[in-house]
Nanobody, 115 residues
Framework: QVQLVESGGGLVQPGGSLRLSCAASGTVFRFNVMGWYRQAPGKERELVAAISRGGKTNLTDSVKGRFTISGDNVKNTVYLQMNSLKPEDTAVYYC?????????WGKGTLVTVSS
């Protein structure tokens, strides 16, 4: 079984930074893609950033220039560096990993951006 465990969320002031981590445990596959989604209260879950096996990255327009996604194959971990955070970034952030037609999800970590 595969588990994805997120960490690094918390409370930060606007303009601040946080680094989220997602560590894969259990049976670890060579995923086709890993990424981060987020869901704000009363809003639909949306893709924030993703990175493919080939290193191609994709970020939603609202975070381009502020967020960076990266991975560490040795640690089986994917990261989301979040800079210049805005109140609109407040959400539960979920790690996602995909292999063929199978998706794996973490339980989420809360990010709150407030002054």
């Amino acid at each position: 079984q595969v588990q994805l465990v997120e960490s690094g969320g918390g409370l930060v002031q606007p303009g601040g930074s946080l680094r989220l981590s997602c560590a894969a445990s259990g049976t670890v596959f060579r995923f086709n893609v890993m990424g981060w989604y987020r869901q704000a209260p009363g809003k639909e879950r949306e893709l924030v950033a993703a990175i493919s096996r080939g290193g191609k990255t994709n970020l939603t327009d609202s975070v381009k220039g502020r967020f960076t996604i990266s991975g560490d194959n040795v640690k089986n971990t994917v990261y989301l560096q979040m800079n210049s955070l805005k109140p609109e970034d407040t959400a539960v952030y979920y790690c996602n990993a995909g292999l063929l037609d199978i998706d794996f999800w973490g339980k989420g970590t809360l990010v709150t951006v407030s002054s």
